[in-house]
């Protein structure tokens, strides 16, 4: 687990982001089961909702959910240009009304919101080393999990053979 600490501007930005990504239909699906999990944006989305407005939130995050959110802080990022240049409309469920509550200006002139696209930019780049090493941990437990179900396979194969070689040899 990782423990990001997100000034209030970041927590905001941060939250529009789950906002965006929840939004996306599957977004909290496992691709691998296809069942929903516990692993995706919605506990990160609850836990800074309440915390906005502090100086500082602080939020625990899996390396999974870390890659999440640097995937939605790109989202949002063309959500926003989207929104502005569609005066004010989004395809995504909550994201004008929430983009309205955090950044109040943005109902008046849907066009500001071309003025917030560097805070996730700017997030994304910062957060880029850390998303980069929870990518690669991902990658390695899902190489490391791969290696085992060939060991179980192999094991599984030799335990027949083994099996039919002692039924010969009676």
């Known amino acids: 687990m990782t423990l990001l600490q997100l000034r209030d501007e970041?927590?905001?930005?941060?939250?529009?982001?789950?906002?965006?990504?929840?939004?996306?239909?599957?977004?909290?699906?496992?691709?691998?089961?296809?069942?929903?999990?516990?692993?995706?944006l919605q506990s990160i989305h609850?836990?800074?909702?309440?915390?906005?407005?502090?100086?500082?939130?602080?939020?625990?995050?899996?390396?999974?959910?870390?890659?999440?959110i640097g995937e939605a802080l790109l989202g949002v990022t063309n959500e926003l240009k989207q929104y502005a240049i569609a005066g004010g409309?989004?395809?995504?469920?909550?994201?004008?009304?929430?983009?309205?509550?955090?950044?109040?200006?943005?109902?008046?002139?849907?066009?500001?919101?071309?003025?917030?696209?560097q805070h996730p930019v700017m997030l994304r780049n910062r957060m880029a080393a850390a998303i980069a090493d929870a990518r690669a941990a991902i990658e390695?437990?899902?190489?490391?999990?791969e290696a085992q179900r060939q060991a179980e396979r192999k094991g599984w194969w030799q335990r027949i053979t083994g099996a039919l070689g002692r039924g010969r040899q009676r």
Do not use: C
Not at 60 to 65: I, N
């Open 10 to 40: 970041d927590a905001r930005v941060v939250y529009l982001a789950t906002v965006y990504h929840l939004g996306r239909p599957g977004s909290e699906i496992d691709p691998t089961t296809l069942q929903k999990h516990d692993l995706g």
């Open 89 to 117: 409309r989004s395809a995504v469920p909550r994201f004008a009304d929430t983009l309205h509550w955090l950044y109040p200006d943005t109902k008046g002139d849907p066009g500001l919101a071309m003025d917030l696209l």
């Open 46 to 68: 609850d836990v800074i909702l309440p915390e906005l407005g502090q100086a500082v939130v602080e939020v625990e995050v899996s390396a999974y959910q870390l890659t999440r």
């Open 140 to 145: 390695a437990a899902a190489q490391e999990a």
